[in-house]
């Protein structure tokens, strides 16, 4: 079983339109994460949620709306596509609270904006 | 500001070596650090976890350091096999509490036959 596992894997879409990531976990965690990664393969923090509640929101365009529904959810819509929003959006999560846990993440979406 | 910095470089090595990549770090003082194994198209595998009071972990062929006076990571893998070839990321927790974690570039590793 897949333990955190992130739809689609491939999403290719022109500026201007609106898309979803969707991403579950299994491993009954109550942290999950936003990460995107860059062409020059930083991994950087978008938002995190525990237990349902947004507790890391970082410097992201408000075009950008994580929603968790549940703590085994946590999806990325994304508003008014840009070029510069191309990247791989990699969802993660974690025990507890997140101190000193690792993190588990999903295989990634990459996102192309054309 | 922050930072962390890990040798950009690939390194290339012979089957059987010990692989040792560095993490640096300025303007932090982590209560721990992790490494992370990333092959393409996957997300980064937990490998280790040190904290801050722990000089040294081992895992199998792994082993980590941590020098808090040098602010410097070092990853070793012992006996390498072509397998082991990946980016390895090290990771640090801003303060402030929760897991945010920094991310440094990732080295590559190639390990040659």
């Known amino acids: 079983d897949t333990a955190v596992s992130q739809t689609p894997k491939y999403l290719v879409t022109q500026m201007g339109n609106d898309k979803s990531i969707k991403c579950e976990q299994n491993?009954?965690?109550?942290?999950m994460y936003w990460y995107k990664q860059d062409s020059k393969k930083f991994l950087k923090i978008m938002f995190s949620?525990?237990?349902?509640?947004?507790?890391i929101n970082e410097t992201v365009p408000n075009r950008f709306s994580p929603k968790s529904p549940d703590k085994a959810h946590l999806n990325l819509h994304i508003n008014s596509l840009e070029l510069g929003d191309s990247a791989v959006y990699f969802c993660?999560?974690?025990?507890?609270?997140?101190?000193?846990?690792?993190?588990?993440f999903g295989n990634g979406t990459r996102l192309t904006v054309t | 500001s922050q930072k962390i910095e890990q040798n950009s470089e690939a390194l290339n090595i012979q089957e059987g070596k010990t692989a040792t990549l560095t993490c640096n770090y300025t303007?932090?003082?982590?209560?721990?650090l992790q490494w992370y194994r990333q092959d393409p198209g996957r997300g980064p595998v937990f490998l280790l976890l040190?904290?801050?009071?722990?000089k040294e972990k081992r895992k199998e062929r792994l082993k980590v350091t941590f020098d808090t006076t040098l602010k410097q990571s070092l990853f070793h893998i012992t006996a390498s096999q072509p397998a082991d070839s990946a980016t390895y990321l090290c990771?640090?927790?801003?303060?402030?509490?929760?897991?945010?974690?920094?991310f440094g570039a990732g080295t590559r590793l190639a390990v040659h036959p």
């Open positions: 993660a999560s974690s025990q507890g609270d997140g101190v000193n846990s690792p993190l588990h």
């Open positions: 491993l009954g965690h109550d942290t």
């Open positions: 040190i904290r801050e009071n722990e």
């Open positions: 949620y525990n237990n349902k509640e947004l507790i």
């Open positions: 303007n932090y003082s982590p209560a721990y």
């Open positions: 990771a640090l927790p801003l303060s402030g509490g929760y897991n945010k974690l920094i």
